[in-house]
């Protein structure tokens, strides 16, 4: 048994991977109370007794930290990888993909753990995929959610960019004058102008479902299309007004 009375005495060292359990107790003497901790490894048991009750419990959280960091895997590097020149089995679609270098306390670290997503995952299956993912791979709870956060963010960025291609090609289309190349030789020039106009203003109140509300890259490409399809409706009144 290691007895440690004061913060003076000789310090005892213990190896974090050989102990066992640990336990915060109070012993009540005649005229105070003892505020300490006990620490059971294989071979004996620690007994540190502290001033204060307060430091007793924030060493025994630190402790808890050590141990629970000590037991499970947590990411030490992450690399966002290009998978288009990646062969992949029994994965088809677009996909996001993470590799990811592991560490745990006293193992040699595990490279490149790959982690792929496909694109148009909802979130509700995402999330379920990263518990999934964490908890085969043993790795510490609270990387989950950073992996989330991180794998949310990419899948959403995919999901704008391609969106806003596609957006910006449909109000292109609208342009009158194109539009009307497409349309039945019997559509007059004022009806072309309003069909082109009202889809316009159709895709305008689509923004927000297609691109999303979240981050300010979404919302600073949908005030951009917005402005963009204002301009192609009041070109379009233009270009009508003077074919008239």
Excluded at 21 to 26: E, F, R, V
Excluded at 119 to 126: N, R, S, V, Y
Excluded at 200 to 211: D, H, K, P, T
Aim: aromatic share 4%; hydrophobic share 40%.
């Amino acid at each position: 048994v290691s007895f440690l009375q004061e913060p003076s005495q000789a310090a005892v060292r213990l190896d974090v991977k050989r102990i066992v359990d640990h336990k915060a107790k109070t012993y009540k003497g005649s005229k105070s109370e003892q505020a300490a901790l006990v620490i059971n490894d294989p071979d004996s048991m620690h007994v540190f007794v502290f001033a204060a009750r307060k430091d007793r419990d924030e060493w025994s959280g630190h402790i808890d930290n050590l141990l629970r960091v000590g037991s499970q895997w947590t990411i030490s590097n992450i690399k966002i990888v290009d998978p288009s020149g990646v062969h992949l089995d029994q994965v088809s679609g677009r996909i996001v993909l993470l590799r990811l270098d592991l560490t745990r306390f006293g193992e040699q670290p595990q490279v490149g753990i790959p982690l792929m997503v496909k694109e148009g995952t909802t979130a509700q299956t995402c999330k379920a995929q990263i518990v999934k993912f964490v908890q085969d791979q043993d790795l510490l709870e609270m990387e989950g959610a950073s992996l989330y956060r991180l794998v949310k963010t990419l899948l959403q960025r995919r999901q704008i960019k391609q969106e806003a291609h596609t957006l910006v090609e449909e109000i292109r289309g609208l342009y009158l004058d194109d539009f009307r190349k497409g349309q039945p030789a019997d559509l007059s020039l004022k009806q072309a102008t309003l069909e082109a106009n009202n889809r316009l203003s159709s895709i305008a109140g689509q923004l927000s479902s297609r691109l999303g509300d979240e981050g300010v890259g979404a919302q600073l490409i949908t005030a951009i299309l917005e402005r963009n399809i204002e301009k192609m409706r009041a070109v379009n009144e233009m270009e009508g007004l003077s074919k008239v």
